[in-house]
Each structure stands twice: as C-alpha cells, then as structure tokens.
C-alpha cells in the first residue's frame, strides 16, 4: 500500500475538491441565479447542472469512499488498534461523517434512479453534505498535529 498511497491521496483529495466545490456552488453561489435572472433561466440552469452533477458526483463519491477505504487502512486496525491515538480517534470520526453523507447520497439516488420520485432529503441534503464535508476537512488538518 505505502508505494501506491500518494497516488491514492491525490486521486482522493481531487475528489474532495469536486465535491465539496461543487456543493459549495450549489448552496452559496447557484440560489443567485434565480434572484438575478429569473425563475425560468435558474430552471434550466439547475436542469442542466443537475443533469451533469448526478453523471459526476456518484463517481466522485464512490472514489472518495475507495480511496478512503484504502487509506485508513495504513492508520487502523489489526495491529495498531483503532481507538489508541488522536489521530486514530478523529479518523474515526471522519468516518462517521462520510459514512453519513454516504448514506444520504445513496437514499437520494435511489429515489431518483430506483423509485423514480422526488427524495424526502431533496432540500437538505446538500447543505448537509457540505457542512459535514467541511468538518471532515478540518479534522483531516487536525489529526496530524493534536
């Protein structure tokens, strides 16, 4: 693993910032468009994002979650414990931050694809996302120092 792992990370950290930017766009700087254009451009504006983003952001989410998977595995488990250090301890919450944002991106795409309906977490789901996407970025800077 540790002659594969800076290519691991790169691929991971590219992913993050697809996602976490493409979040931010959609809760910052996209609810604009319609204040300044009207309702009927940001429809299609939002159609079209949205097509692109649902092609994209599945990818970007299951390589985080693979390449993720890969890396915690040089800082967890068998022999090195999983509770032993602080870096240990806020990889694991890291982990369960992502395991949450997994969760609601599964629930989300399997409203749209399976059951072909609107998601009951539509609305706040990427909000969410990316406040606990921010959190996982923050303790990704702290685990190596505290």
């Known amino acids: 693993m540790q002659t594969i792992y800076p290519f691991v990370l790169t691929i991971h950290l590219i992913c993050a910032i697809i996602f976490l930017g493409y979040l931010f766009f959609d809760v910052f ?6 204040k300044k254009f009207g309702i009927k451009i940001a429809k299609k504006a939002g159609n079209a994002i949205g097509e ?19 890396m915690i595995s040089s ?7 999983y509770f032993n250090s602080n870096l240990q ?16 991106v599964f629930i989300s795409l399997s409203y749209k694809f399976i059951l072909k309906k609107p998601s009951p977490i539509g609305k706040i789901i990427h909000p969410v996302a990316l406040l606990l996407g921010f959190f996982i970025v923050v303790l990704a800077k702290m685990m190596f120092y505290a």
């Open 29 to 34: 700087i996209f609810p604009n468009i319609e």
């Open 89 to 104: 301890k806020f990889l694991i919450l890291k982990v369960i931050f992502a395991l949450g944002i997994f969760i609601m």
């Open 52 to 70: 692109r983003g649902t092609k994209i952001m599945p990818i970007c989410v299951l390589l985080l979650i693979l390449t993720g998977g890969m």
């Open 75 to 81: 800082y967890i488990g068998k022999d090195m414990g």
